[in-house]
């Protein structure tokens, strides 16, 4: 059995120094060193690798499809930045944030230039037969999460947040990336449009356990491996299905009053985080998302075996399996 764990680290390796070269000796630094920053600090670079794993799924080769990953991987730490400011969240994967480090002007700026990277690393494929697609995918992928955004911002004030808006926020916000990272890859492997919509299901389903699992352990991972403080969700008080399956279930006052803190204006203070994960593990709310979580990765792995079975869909479903067990 081939290393896969090897082959991954090569790949991601690969992919970090392709990063170093995007912004490398560009001008003004003022403009470029933050971006060099974040894109620089790690990040399990899970969308470059999606879309190479793609491209070989569909029978391409898979360093051809490196710079539509990196494309999508510079979208996705645009919308890092921009999240961050908006959430004003002063850690990173364990660093200070742009907008703290230097300032909130140079985080926005860098930011938009991220997508414009993004697009002239994407413009590489301008002669392939299918560039069309991809810019029509990563637009796609670019205006979705813009929508998820917004939407993840309007439940700020809404007092009446449903599982149904919810999962409308991740399909938008976190899944569509991922999907795009797929297609992108599949087209440039020349994948047949059979096999490009079951890579849009793999991704879609991929992103809703992705997540999941990302809500659940913002309450339940190590902080020093998180690289962030545990119940950061919380103390912004994020409308996550955790949250809204809490406040189906609480019914004592004590109960009620902590759910009532998230949707009002009050502010939550970090010394009460350990009494909403007491209060999610009691009401069994932990649980039933660890189902939810099974059952969309149940549904990635039942999608995958839908494409040809080869070297990169091995490699697809090992990742998959790595994203399902991770513990940050």
Not at 118 to 132: E, R
Request: glycine share 6%.
């Amino acid at each position: 059995m081939e290393d896969y764990e090897s082959i991954l680290e090569h790949y991601i390796s690969l992919i970090n120094e392709r990063l170093t070269e995007v912004v490398k000796a560009r001008e003004p630094e003022n403009l470029y060193a933050p971006i060099e920053y974040i894109l620089s600090d790690g990040g399990k670079r899970i969308r470059p690798l999606l879309c190479m794993f793609a491209c070989e799924t569909a029978g391409g080769d898979p360093y051809e499809a490196i710079d539509a990953g990196l494309a999508i991987e510079i979208l996705h730490n645009f919308t890092l930045v921009h999240d961050d400011i908006m959430d004003n969240s002063p850690l990173r994967r364990g660093k200070t944030t742009i907008h703290l480090k230097w300032d909130l002007p140079t985080a926005i700026l860098s930011g938009d230039a991220m997508i414009g990277l993004a697009l002239k690393t994407l413009s590489n494929y301008s002669n392939y037969v299918n560039f069309g697609k991809m810019i029509e995918y990563f637009t796609y992928g670019y205006i979705e999460v813009c929508e998820g955004q917004a939407l993840d911002m309007l439940f700020n004030n809404k007092k009446d947040v449903s599982e149904e808006d919810y999962f409308l926020m991740v399909r938008k916000k976190t899944a569509a990336v991922l999907q795009t990272s797929l297609v992108l890859g599949g087209l440039c492997g020349g994948a047949i449009e059979r096999d490009i919509e079951y890579l849009k299901e793999l991704g879609l389903n991929l992103g809703i356990a992705f997540q999941l699992q990302d809500d659940l352990l913002d309450l339940t991972a190590d902080k020093s491996k998180l690289g962030k403080r545990i119940g950061n969700d919380i103390i912004e008080k994020k409308k996550t299905l955790i949250v809204i399956l809490a406040r189906e279930r609480a019914k004592n006052d004590g109960d009620c009053k902590l759910i009532d803190k998230i949707f009002s204006n009050e502010t939550i203070p970090v010394d009460l985080i350990p009494e909403y994960i007491e209060m999610f593990d009691r009401l069994e709310v932990f649980e039933d998302i660890k189902d939810i979580i099974r059952k969309y990765n149940k549904k990635s792995l039942e999608t995958l075996q839908e494409l040809p079975q080869n070297n990169g869909s091995k490699l697809l479903e090992y990742l998959l399996t790595k994203l399902n067990e991770r513990s940050f």
